[in-house]
Each structure stands twice: as structure tokens, then as C-alpha cells.
């Protein structure tokens, strides 16, 4: 594909996307309402079709990030005792409204971040189905009482808001990672500071927007999108009032947070990176295995974490399954994701970009075979062709690191023992897949992984009631189910002397 095939927009479409570009917040929100940075810095935000910067955004000083931590401070106890159903219902109306500005949503996540437009609609409703879960969720959180066992108290045990949290958020996602937070939060009766991506802060501060029409008092929600990120987490994580930080992101920088954390001793949650094993048997139905790996492995073009990072196939069905995937792979369309029928959008940058061309590089110098793809396409924006690699050495980085692109690499294995142990090779446990049509098999396989998420049968799981998390360097804490919540709350217990 050449980029410069990109049609050009109808004048329609142009006029719909400047009007909504305008109508998007640039600003920084504290205390509910829209403001310019302390300093009048700013940073740009480029479509990664075209390389054209489409925004101009405020960026948060060291004294903006202390304003937005002063409101939340102060917005904190009468949130607290805000009762449950208000804010409940806060949340219900905000999913009301992501419904009726979906398009709005999906265009500007596809404007910045690059996605199709159907799969910015996916997330949409994806995304926006955290503000539904949570504020059905949010009255459901019972306490206890009893008796202790030898009868010589009552116990009372409750859980209370943890208290203002950080929320810092990735590019991939713009919408869902930042629902996926704020909702229990709200639902919780948390106060927030919100830092999105430099790359895709457009998508989040709309959605800001969204809870203030809801009805979320000042103070609440406070937005503070910056280009310097430690510039505002380092004074809001020294701040004594700070009482958790719920990241998405990269294991670095997670394990860098967690430092910073360990001074307050802070309620941490780390939704990091992973390196997710597809494992295909010899027993699997292949046509569901195929398409499995590429929901698993080119949904958001492969940057997603919970992405299949390694395509682990049985050596009596690699062949053909290798085959499969790779006709599969090549017919994808690339372009726009403005664009109808377009498959694949660009990459997030130019750095993922030459990230891609130094894995496959490094790969084929080991000697792996590039059946399909292998190139970066021509002309503006930043694409890169689907990609199969097969017969991939053990020690190719391709297999160690976390892609985040559109490159499958294939491996074969001779039995189970070996399938899963090659699964396991990883300091990453996020996400799993496992393809086998033997269901006992399939349990059996669940129980020995190290991921905190396996799809049997399945390439994408992720689910607003389901508890999203990993183990090992892939995270702690959960996101989404009734585990979500439990997150934003700490656990209080009264023991009240019998009458
Ligand atoms: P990143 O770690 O570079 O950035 C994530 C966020 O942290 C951004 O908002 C960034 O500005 C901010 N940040 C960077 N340095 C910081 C610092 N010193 N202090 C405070 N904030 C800082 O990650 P990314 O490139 O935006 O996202 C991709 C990564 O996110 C991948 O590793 C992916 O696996 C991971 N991810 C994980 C999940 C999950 O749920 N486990 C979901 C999506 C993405």
C-alpha cells in the first residue's frame, strides 16, 4: 500500500470534523471548569494518517497538577457522603450520553489515534459500557455484620472511597482506558485527577465533558493533559492528600510509579504491558483458531496488551495454519481508518514504526521467514504492512518483547508440556489464548498458565463485568466486574461491644 492513495475527504466530512475538533475541549479541567495552563504552554496532537497536527492542547504545569489535586482534595468528603443512587445515576446518564455522541467519540479516537471507525465504535461501546456496569454496580457494594465467633463483639465492616486517585492513562484505548477508571471511581465516591496520553487526550477531555453534563459536581473529575507527565505525577504523588494511582501503561513506567507510590505507601493498581502466547493444538477447530489470532492479534492493529504476542501452533497443523493466517493477513486493507473498508489503520507513530522494522530485521537476521508483510508502506502517515514471520529463534526479540503492532511471529511445539511451558517463558502474564476443541484440555491448560486472562476458543475477551488484570510484570489489581470497584475502596471494621 502507498499512504498517499488516502482519498481526500468530502468537504461534508471535513466540515463535520472541524466542527467537532472545535467543539472539543483543549483545555485542563479543575475544579469544573475549562482552563488554559498556568504558563500558556501547549503541546500538539497529530493524526498518525496524514502527520497533520489536528489540535492544540494545553499542557499542565507543576502548579496546574497542584490546583487539580487541591479540587479533588476538596471535593472529597462531601462526594463521599453523596449517596450511592446520585451517583449511580450519574453514571447511567453519562453512558446515555456516550450513546448519543458515539460518533462524535469514534470520529475523534479515530482522528487521533488512527483505528478503523467501525473499531472506534467498538470501543465506544465498549468503553461506555463501564459507566452502565458500575452504576448498576455501585449499590450492590455491601458490608457485613456478624457476630465475631465467641460472641464478644459485633462486627461492622464497610468499605469507604480510598480517597482522591491519580488516573493515568494510555494512548490505545483513549476512551475505555479512561472509563475503565473513572466509572468505578465515581461509582465508588472517589475524586479524580485524570491524566490521558499526550498522543490522545482529545477523546478523554470529550468524555470529561460528558461527565460534567451528567451532572458530576466540580472538582469531582479534573483533567490535566501535559506533554511533561512527570511534570504533574510527581507533585501529585508526593502530595499527602493523594490516597491512590490506578495506571495503564507500560511496565516501566508502572515500576516507576510504584517507587514514586512506595513513599505514601499508595494504593496502587498497574495495568501494564504483556506478551500474550496463542496456543493452537492439534485438536483445534482451525478455522476458529484463525480467526481468533486475528481478533487476538490485529484488533487495534496489534496495540493493544492484551494483543497475541506469540502464535505457539501445534507442528502438525503449523503448516496449514500458517498458511490460513497469512492469506488472511495479506488481503487486510490499510489505509485511513476514515475511509470505508479499511482494516488497518496507522501505527501510533513514527517510533512504532521503526519498531516494527527492527523486530522483523532482527527476527529474519536469526532466520526467520517473513511469509507476508515485513515492510512499512510508502508515502504519509504511519503504516505498516500485517506481517507473519515463522520458523522464529528462540531468542528473536520479536518473541521477548511486547510488539505492539501488526507482526505475528509463529512457533511451533510438540506436546502440551512444551506449549505451555513456552507460553509461561515470559515476565508478562496479561493475556492468553488457547485454542483446542478438547474442553477438559482446554481447563487444564487455564490452570498451568501464568496469565490473569485466558480466551479458550476465543480471541478477545475483555468485558466491562469481567475482572480484567494481570500477574507478574503485567500488573496488580483488577479493572471491570464487581473487582473494579473493590479497587477504589478500602475496608473498614467496627467492632461494636454487644449490648
Ligand atoms: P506509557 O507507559 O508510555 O504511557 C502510559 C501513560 O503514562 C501515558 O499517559 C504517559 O503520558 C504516562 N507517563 C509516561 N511517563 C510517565 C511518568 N514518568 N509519570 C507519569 N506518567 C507517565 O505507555 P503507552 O505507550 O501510552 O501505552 C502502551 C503500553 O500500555 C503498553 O505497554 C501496553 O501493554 C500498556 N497497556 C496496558 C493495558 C492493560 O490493561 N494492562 C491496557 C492498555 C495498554
Avoid at 454496580?137 to 465467633?149: C, F, H, L, N, S
Avoid at 461492622?156 to 482506558?177: D, E, H, Q, Y
Avoid at 487526550?201 to 459536581?217: E, H, K, N, S, V
Amino acid at each position: 500500500m502507498n499512504s498517499s492513495d488516502q482519498t481526500p475527504l468530502t468537504q461534508g466530512v471535513q466540515d463535520r470534523i472541524d466542527a467537532l475538533l472545535a467543539a472539543t475541549p483543549k483545555g485542563l479541567l479543575i475544579d469544573g471548569v475549562w482552563g488554559e495552563s498556568s504558563d500558556g504552554s501547549t503541546f500538539e496532537v497529530e493524526n498518525p494518517a496524514t502527520q497533520e497536527v489536528i489540535a492544540t492542547m494545553s499542557s499542565a504545569t507543576e502548579e496546574d497538577a497542584r490546583a487539580a489535586m487541591d479540587a479533588a482534595a476538596a471535593a472529597q468528603e462531601p462526594w463521599a457522603r453523596t449517596p450511592v443512587r446520585e451517583r449511580a445515576e450519574i453514571l447511567r446518564r453519562a453512558f446515555d450520553l456516550v450513546q448519543e455522541r458515539a460518533e462524535e467519540l469514534a470520529l475523534l479516537m479515530t482522528l487521533e489515534m488512527g483505528k478503523p471507525l467501525a473499531q472506534s465504535r467498538g470501543e465506544v461501546a465498549y468503553g461506555g459500557e463501564f459507566l452502565r456496569w458500575f452504576s448498576e454496580e455501585a449499590v450492590r457494594d455491601y458490608g457485613r455484620y456478624a457476630q465475631t465467633p465467641e460472641g464478644s463483639l459485633r462486627m461492622l465492616v464497610t468499605r469507604k472511597p480510598v480517597g482522591p486517585c491519580l488516573l493515568i492513562t494510555p494512548w490505545n484505548f483513549p476512551l475505555a482506558m479512561a472509563t475503565r477508571k473513572v466509572a468505578p471511581a465515581v461509582a465508588a465516591g472517589c475524586t479524580m485527577v485524570l491524566k490521558p496520553a499526550a498522543l490522545t487526550p482529545l477523546t478523554a477531555q470529550y468524555f470529561a465533558q460528558i461527565m460534567l453534563d451528567a451532572g458530576l459536581p466540580d472538582g469531582v473529575l479534573n483533567v490535566v493533559s501535559t506533554n511533561n507527565a512527570s511534570a504533574i505525577s510527581e507533585p501529585i504523588m508526593r502530595d499527602p492528600r493523594l490516597r491512590k494511582v490506578s495506571f495503564t501503561g507500560s511496565t516501566p513506567v508502572g515500576k516507576h510509579l510504584m517507587k514514586l507510590a512506595a513513599e505514601n505507601v499508595l494504593r496502587t493498581s498497574m495495568e501494564l504491558g504483556g506478551n500474550g502466547p496463542l496456543i493452537v493444538f492439534e485438536d483445534a477447530d482451525l478455522d476458529k483458531a484463525v480467526a481468533g489470532a486475528m481478533a487476538a492479534k490485529m484488533r487495534n492493529m496489534g496495540e493493544a496488551c492484551t494483543a497475541a504476542n506469540r502464535l505457539l501452533v501445534h507442528e502438525s497443523v503449523a503448516d496449514e495454519f500458517v498458511a490460513r493466517l497469512a492469506e488472511k493477513m495479506s488481503v487486510l486493507t490499510l489505509g485511513s481508518g476514515l475511509e470505508d473498508g479499511v482494516d488497518v489503520g496507522p501505527l501510533i507513530d513514527a517510533r512504532a514504526c521503526e519498531s516494527m522494522e527492527s523486530l522483523v530485521a532482527d527476527a529474519v537476521g536469526g532466520g526467520a521467514q517473513v511469509v507476508t508483510g515485513g515492510r512499512r508502506a510508502e508515502g504519509a502517515g504511519y503504516f505498516f504492512e500485517p506481517t507473519v514471520l515463522r520458523d522464529v529463534a528462540s531468542d528473536a526479540r520479536v518473541l521477548r518483547e511486547e510488539i505492539f503492532g501488526p507482526v505475528a511471529p509463529v512457533i511451533t511445539f510438540r506436546d502440551e508440556a512444551e506449549a505451555v511451558a513456552l507460553a509461561n517463558s515470559t515476565e508478562y502474564g496479561l493475556a492468553s489464548y488457547v485454542f483446542t476443541e478438547n474442553i477438559s484440555r482446554g481447563l487444564r491448560i487455564g490452570d498451568r498458565v501464568e496469565f490473569g486472562l485466558m480466551g479458550l476458543n476465543v480471541g478477545v475477551i475483555s468485558n466491562a463485568a469481567a475482572p480484567f488484570g494481570g500477574v507478574k510484570q503485567s500488573g496488580l489489581g483488577r479493572e471491570g466486574g464487581a473487582e473494579g470497584i473493590a479497587e477504589y475502596t478500602s475496608t473498614q471494621y467496627i467492632g461494636v461491644e454487644n449490648p
